[in-house]
């Protein structure tokens, strides 16, 4: 099995800074693609980035030009890097792997960090 192990979620002010990780372990063949997923209270879980083994990468419009995605092969951990934070940014936030293990493809989720934007 694969698991997900994210960190880096707290409470900062607008206009700050979060990195967000997440390490994949166990016997992975391959990693397809990582990325981060927000859902805030009353509304639909969303992707706010994602990257995928070739170096594509994708973010929501509403994070575009703040938040920055890259990923560490060698440790399958992908991070997030969100800045000039806002309080709308406020949500959990949770990791995704789509990868392939000896049974199979695989997609598996993060238990989620909280990250909250206020003053």
């Known amino acids: 099995q694969v698991q997900l192990v994210e960190s880096g979620g707290g409470l900062v002010q607008p206009g700050g800074s979060l990195r967000l990780s997440c390490a994949a372990s166990?016997?992975?063949?391959?990693?397809?693609?990582m990325g981060w997923y927000r859902q805030a209270p009353g509304k639909q879980r969303e992707l706010v980035a994602g990257?995928?083994?070739?170096?594509?990468?994708n973010y929501a419009d509403s994070v575009k030009g703040r938040f920055t995605i890259s990923r560490d092969n060698a440790k399958n951990t992908v991070y997030l890097q969100m800045n000039s934070l806002k309080p709308e940014d406020t949500a959990d936030y949770y990791c995704?792997?789509?990868?392939?293990?000896?049974?199979?493809?695989?997609?598996?989720w993060g238990q989620g960090t909280q990250v909250t934007v206020s003053s």
């Open positions: 990257i995928t083994s070739g170096g594509r990468r």
């Open positions: 166990g016997v992975i063949f391959s990693i397809d693609a």
């Open positions: 995704h792997v789509r990868g392939t293990v000896v049974a199979g493809p695989i997609s598996s």
